[in-house]
């Protein structure tokens, strides 16, 4: 019997637990109101546990949200950056437009004011050595352009067609040491020949020192080379000496048109001619911006569009 017992000790002890447990729990059932020592104290010992593992649960899931929060944030704020990027590009070629517009708008103006037909070619390359100064254009011969043909601009003369394929073209600037064109100054209707420097800027040539030649004075095309229309702006005045010795005047010119900005030129015939005045007729005409078509030129492509 024993023997048996000691077999079976953990049977016999977890049958009697559970008996106690049983007996504990019909009694308490029966009493709810009585004294438990025991349950009180097992209360007061698992209180603390139960407190921090609430605590570390709710901060996991707090900050659960948090991460799953900061994700759509990120998310937000991937779309807005790119929402931003794309109104940036619109704004940058709706501003592109605007400006190209208004180069139109003025190499039109120019374009009916010249005694003869033009035609307008955008640059496509620049020279850029110093010692020959040039543009290359983006049309040649099979539009009609030869050698020979004045390049002009807005701001006034750029130079002179130097060479011509049936595609392309090359200019010869007026700052090119090798250009010269018949001008006057126009406010005393003195004579000279204008020819460029390699820094960029051009001299007076052939004006007697005597003459009334001053700093500010404006220099324009005189139109009896035969290739220059009349009255287009050349430059103005930079400085003046007649220190030096000799039977002219030393004067330098700062040349209207800036080569290094032109975006684009017109190529008129030679022939000389006089430049009409702005009427406004003509102002009216160009109250809003010319199709580039006008012009025989591309404009920039719409978004998700051909090509004007």
Request: one cysteine or more; a positive charge; proline letters at 7%.
């Amino acid at each position: 019997m024993l023997e048996f017992v000691r077999r079976n000790r953990v049977l016999f002890s977890s049958g009697f637990f559970l008996l106690c447990s049983l007996g504990l729990l019909s009694a308490n059932a029966k009493q709810p109101g009585r004294f438990d020592p025991l349950g009180n104290a097992f209360l007061e010992i698992m209180a603390p546990f139960q407190r921090l593992t609430t605590a570390a649960v709710g901060s996991v899931r707090d900050f659960w949200s948090g991460y799953v929060a900061l994700l759509g944030a990120a998310g937000e704020n991937r779309v807005f950056r790119q929402q931003l990027r794309t109104w940036e590009e619109r704004a940058s070629r709706h501003r592109e437009l605007e400006i190209m517009n208004h180069r139109l708008k003025r190499l039109l103006d120019l374009q009916r004011r010249l005694p003869a037909g033009a035609i307008a070619a955008e640059i496509a390359g620049r020279d850029a050595t110093v010692w020959f100064q040039s543009l290359i254009l983006d049309k040649g011969s099979s539009y009609g352009i030869e050698p020979g043909m004045p390049v002009l601009a807005p701001e006034g003369v750029v130079g002179l067609i130097a060479a011509a394929s049936a595609h392309a073209s090359r200019v010869l600037l007026l700052t090119d040491p090798n250009s010269g064109i018949d001008v006057l100054v126009q406010r005393t209707r003195v004579r000279g020949i204008v020819s460029g420097r390699l820094e960029r800027t051009a001299i007076l040539k052939y004006v007697g020192r005597a003459e009334d030649v001053r700093v500010g004075d404006r220099v324009v095309a005189s139109g009896l080379d035969g290739v220059f229309p009349k009255g287009m702006a050349v430059g103005e005045v930079t400085q003046v000496s007649r220190d030096d010795p000799g039977l002219f005047l030393h004067a330098e010119i700062m040349p209207s048109a800036d080569a290094s900005r032109l975006e684009e030129v017109l190529v008129a015939p030679p022939g000389g001619g006089a430049v009409k005045p702005r009427t406004l007729g003509l102002a009216l005409q160009l109250a809003g911006p010319p199709h580039p078509g006008a012009l025989g030129m591309q404009g920039p492509p719409h978004p998700g569009g051909p090509a004007l």
